[in-house]
């Protein structure tokens, strides 16, 4: 049974950082692709951060380019978001997703974690 586990959602203040972690189980980590979604209050689920395997290539919307840094650890099958100079409009449920072909769209992923909260205050 796959298992993705987010946590290190939280309120933070406009500005401030936060480190979301997914600790995956029942896969083979290391042959997944690995991303993260958000999904912000009336809105649909959208892409925010990807890595390939062996971190070998990332890519991010646009929208979080220069802040967010996705990176990952396949001894401790966790992939991590570090998230920095947060803005209000960042608040949303983050999901953590593995899959196994190309893409960066939510149709693409095999499974999905149940979400963190994040929360901006300005």
């Known amino acids: 049974q796959v298992q993705l586990v987010e946590s290190g959602g939280g309120l933070v203040q406009a500005g401030g950082s936060l480190r979301l972690s997914c600790a995956a189980s029942g896969l083979t980590f290391s042959r997944y692709r690995m991303r993260w979604f958000r999904r912000a209050p009336g809105k649909e689920r959208d892409f925010v951060a990807g890595?390939?395997?062996?971190?070998?290539?990332?890519n991010y919307a646009d929208s979080v380019k220069g802040r967010f840094s996705i990176s990952r650890d396949d001894a401790k099958n966790t992939v991590f978001l570090q998230m920095n100079s947060l803005k209000p409009e960042d608040t949303a449920v983050y999901f953590c997703?593995?899959?196994?072909?190309?893409?960066?769209?939510?149709?693409?992923?095999?499974?999905w974690g149940q979400g963190t909260q994040v929360t901006v205050s300005s």
């Open positions: 890595i390939n395997r062996i971190s070998v290539s990332t």
């Open positions: 997703a593995a899959q196994m072909g190309l893409g960066y769209d939510s149709r693409t992923v095999d499974y």
